[in-house]
């Protein structure tokens, strides 16, 4: 079984303050985790994502996220929010093996910068 | 430009009828997927395919039903069985599902709104 937890539903930041999201897993496999952004009424674009390679992971536009298998973490972090990442936020995770099933979506993360 | 398309952007049904949407990919791809979002809460898997004539139902496949005759084309029919069809769907696709580790890219997806 498998689960993803994204701990705060909205977070609320200044422009050019960091952000942090935050994201629990379990998984009775080692995982892949994701990260995507959603800007209203669009899809979802990948932003990063962990392998079993590197623990920290660096993805498109400034953000970054560390793999910490202790803390079943893998939050996302960016040192200075721009108004343009004002969207949502989902994490992902799944069985680096096993069918597609088990892929799992968090409940999203909508994040507004305040100019 | 290589991606996925989908259409209509916007589509309102009444009550009782079926209605199909479209999801198109020229990337190549083997594997592609029909999501429903619902505010507050993540993605959740309808079907999937991985492969020409071949689809597998997901976590919340009662009233709907798909098709996979070609490799670019997943549509999508919402049937009048789908009790709350009224939400947002998102075709997405990858190249294969091995391992899990594939990105998923996602289309702008379709709004549906039952009157």
């Known amino acids: 079984a498998q689960s993803v937890t994204q701990l705060d539903s909205h977070v609320s930041v200044s422009e050019g303050t960091p952000v942090l999201l935050r994201c629990n897993y379990s998984s009775s496999y080692s995982p892949s985790l994701f990260w995507y952004v959603q800007h209203p009424n669009k899809g979802l674009q990948l932003l990063l994502k962990?392998?079993?390679?590197?623990?920290l992971v660096k993805g498109i536009n400034g953000f970054e996220a560390e793999f910490k298998k202790s803390e079943t973490s893998f939050h996302l972090t960016k040192p200075s929010a721009h108004m343009s990442d004002a969207a949502e936020y989902f994490c992902?995770?799944?069985?680096?093996?096993?069918?597609?099933?088990?892929?799992?979506f968090g409940t999203g993360t909508k994040l507004q910068v305040i100019p | 430009d290589g991606g996925i398309t989908q259409s209509p952007k916007y589509l309102f049904r009444k009550e009782g009828q079926n209605v199909t949407l479209s999801c198109e990919q020229n990337l190549n791809h083997d594997a592609m997927y029909w999501y429903r979002q619902d505010p507050g809460q993540g993605l959740r898997l309808i079907y999937y395919?991985?492969?020409?004539?071949?689809?597998q139902k997901g976590d919340i496949a009662e009233g709907y039903s798909v098709s996979r005759e070609k490799k670019e084309s997943f549509p999508l029919t919402v049937t009048s069985a789908q009790k709350n069809p009224t939400a947002f769907y998102l075709c997405?696709?990858?190249?294969?599902?091995?391992?899990?580790?594939?990105?998923?890219?996602f289309g702008p997806g379709t709004r549906l709104t039952v009157l």
């Open positions: 962990y392998t079993s390679a590197a623990t």
């Open positions: 992902v995770v799944s069985p680096i093996s096993g069918g597609y099933q088990k892929v799992t």
């Open positions: 997405a696709s990858s190249v294969g599902l091995a391992g899990n580790t594939d990105t998923q890219y």
């Open positions: 395919s991985q492969i020409v004539n071949d689809f």
